[in-house]
């Protein structure tokens, strides 16, 4: 049996979710990834994976063996990059997570710029609005609003994103602009299902006295590109990051409402797992974003908090 031949198709196999699709990333014949599979269990004495007609799951073994496996095959690529440094660009798979909306709009551009400049690489993207566990999953980097997550992370800053209040200039032609926060409360607001506390948006004075403002109207949605649009039909104001709405500020399809209050803001992280040693691929990535976004295109400036809102 060839260990390392085996540790790879198992730890493919976890990652791809089927022999088949393991067998298709592989490039060679599900019965040998099957092959290698069953010949590694035997070796260790040891199911690793539970099959069933429908799905297949990592036996309570299986899964401390492969995140064993992810670091000892993510040190051996180390270990080639090294040898190979001063001498060859970053290669191999780099498997990267991000939220849909900011990876549609924002990110495409920075993952085809990072394409072309290393072509060694492939990339494997998944968009996904869901909370994807980097280490459990065979993730190699994430891009992250907000929180990082998990001790077993480590998160570089290379952005940041502000909420904006705004709405359509027709709203504000049929409904006038509200003049401090507190005025949200007779107009028709947009609420989003996943912002921290539920319908209340929060602002800061120039004092620095914080308003919390519980908003209402007649839309809720989970989707935060959803209720911008809406917001563009001129359904009501809207409450977003500005990496949602700001071509559309940009555009005049929305204009900023009370603008002179600071609204909050969030770090956007590359994040990877906190291993020894970062491979080339990902730090090269990590350099790559952060060279992109230093001049983030969704950036609206925010005004110095005024006094004539007190």
């Not at 060859?88 to 909306?101: E, K, Q, V």
């Not at 509200?178 to 947009?190: D, G, I, Q, S, W």
């Not at 996943?194 to 948006?201: E, H, I, K, V």
Request: proline share 5%; aromatic share 8%; with cysteine.
């Amino acid at each position: 049996m060839d260990k390392l031949q085996a540790i790879v198709a198992f730890s493919s196999v976890v990652e791809a979710g089927s022999f088949a699709r393991a067998a298709q990333r592989l490039d060679v014949s599900v019965s040998a990834v099957s092959r290698h599979v069953s010949e590694l269990e035997a070796h260790l004495d040891a199911r690793l994976l539970n099959r069933t007609t429908r799905r297949l799951s990592l036996t309570e073994t299986g899964r401390a063996f492969y995140e064993r496996s992810v670091q000892l095959l993510s040190d051996l690529a180390e270990a080639e990059e090294a040898a190979h440094a001063g001498t060859a660009s970053p290669r191999g798979t780099l498997r990267i997570t991000c939220a849909i909306t900011f990876g549609t709009r924002h990110f495409a551009p920075v993952i085809a710029s990072f394409a072309a400049r290393y072509p060694d690489v492939r990339l494997d993207i998944d968009l996904s609005d869901r909370a994807v566990d980097l280490v459990d999953e065979g993730y190699d980097a994430a891009l992250r609003i907000g929180l990082i997550g998990s001790q077993q992370l480590v998160g570089r800053k290379v952005a940041e994103t502000r909420m904006i209040c705004c709405a359509a200039p027709a709203y504000v032609a049929r409904h006038g602009a509200p003049k401090k926060p507190e005025e949200l409360a007779r107009h028709r607001c947009l609420t989003y299902e996943y912002l921290g506390a539920r319908n209340t948006w929060r602002f800061r004075a120039a004092d620095g006295e914080e308003h919390a403002i519980r908003v209402s109207g007649p839309l809720h949605s989970n989707s935060g590109r959803f209720l911008e649009a809406m917001a563009v039909e001129g359904l009501g104001i809207a409450y977003e990051p500005d990496f949602i709405v700001g071509p559309d500020l940009h555009a005049g399809h929305l204009v900023r409402l009370l603008e002179r209050w600071e609204l909050p803001s969030s770090p956007i992280y590359v994040v990877y797992p906190s291993r020894r040693h970062l491979s080339a691929k990902v730090r090269a990535f990590a350099e790559h974003v952060a060279e992109a976004f230093r001049t983030p295109a969704w950036t609206i400036e925010p005004k110095r908090p005024g006094s004539r809102h007190r």
